[in-house]
């Protein structure tokens, strides 16, 4: 049974339909990327999933129908998005806003202080900067951050909306290490990106989805040389 199934899923704002009859799967285990464009609904697509925003067709977790259920619980069971803009606590400091990140599990303390460790363990920066605020890390630190607070509410499935955004190449390296790193751990993955050398390179399977539906998918090697993909979007040869 795959972790994550989406089917025929459409999303709609007023007259602009963002997401047109989109299906997939994702495996437990694997890294899914969905690569395109700007405005194609990837954000929309994964908002639809956390159930952020009204959506039709069926979205199905675990075997699990998806519909009746708020975001909350999505979370308790094990889904975790990171969005775009990574909504960290800028006034905050670095271990309060991981604290944040356990909230929707309301776990016990003890619970909560092991999952602070594993985060320190894997970012030994956040650790680093542990009372540091959050507005005065660089962008690759935010994104770091950004991880590691959703690492505390334990997911089964991260979905990541451009973690590469805005951040330096080098640090782009850095973070799609963090990513397959986290596979290598056990949580499958959902990645929105339009770096989408970068984001096939790390996955395992790719769909790409361009003005609300998908246009093409396959295992990532294969989309990596796509002569269309390289064209369109891999920046030629
Ligand atoms: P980007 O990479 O630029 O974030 P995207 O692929 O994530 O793009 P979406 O953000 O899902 O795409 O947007 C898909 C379409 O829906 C766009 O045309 C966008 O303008 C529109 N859209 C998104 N959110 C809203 C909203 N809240 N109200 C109205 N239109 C919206």
Redesign the pocket.
Known sequence: MPLLEIERLE?S??R?R??QGVSLTVEAGQIATVI??????????LSAVMGLCPARGRVAYDGMDLRDMDVEERVERGLCLVP?RRELFGEMSVADNLLLGSFPRRPARAVIDRGLEEVFARFPRLKERRTQRADTLSGGERQMLALGRALMSKPRLLML??PSLGLAPIVVREIFVIIAALREAGVSILL?E?NARAALQTADVGFV?ET?ELVSQGPAAALLDDPRLIATYLGGA
């Open positions: 999303v704002y007023g602009i963002a997401v395109g464009p700007n405005g194609a609904g990837k954000t929309s697509m775009e909306d451009e929105v339009q989805l609300g």
